[in-house]
Nanobody
């Protein structure tokens, strides 16, 4: 099966930066996408950013929510099946629990959609 481990997050003042990391491991044959979602108190989980073609020589495509375009950047480190979410110019409305999502195929050919445990990001005004 597939495991997902997140790191990063914390407390920062508005205008500051934080960096989140997500690593996928296990019996992975290929990874379709790795991405980040977030959930603020009392709100539904929402899409933040994703990148495709992890571990491939192909150029990964990135997608971002409109609310983070120009401020957040998602990148990949193929050798480690890891993605980084660099968050700049943070705003109080970015405060949420951030979850990593991995869509991967195992060596047995089973497609897995796996979530991390979540990491708290708090932006003070």
């Amino acid at each position: 099966h597939v495991q997902v481990v997140e790191s990063g997050g914390g407390l920062v003042q508005a205008g500051g930066s934080l960096r989140l990391s997500c690593a996928a491991s296990g019996s992975i044959s290929s990874i379709n996408t790795m991405g980040w979602y977030r959930q603020a108190p009392g709100k539904q989980r929402e899409f933040v950013a994703e990148i495709t073609a992890i571990g491939s020589i192909a150029i990964g495509r990135t997608n971002y929510a409109d609310s983070v375009k120009g401020r957040f950047t998602i990148s990949r480190h193929n050798a480690k099946n890891t993605v980084i979410l660099q968050m700049n110019d943070l705003k109080p409305e970015d405060t949420a629990v951030y979850y990593c999502n991995v869509n991967a195929k195992t060596v047995l050919g089973v497609r897995n959609d796996v979530w991390g445990q979540g990491t708290q990001v708090t932006v003070s005004s």
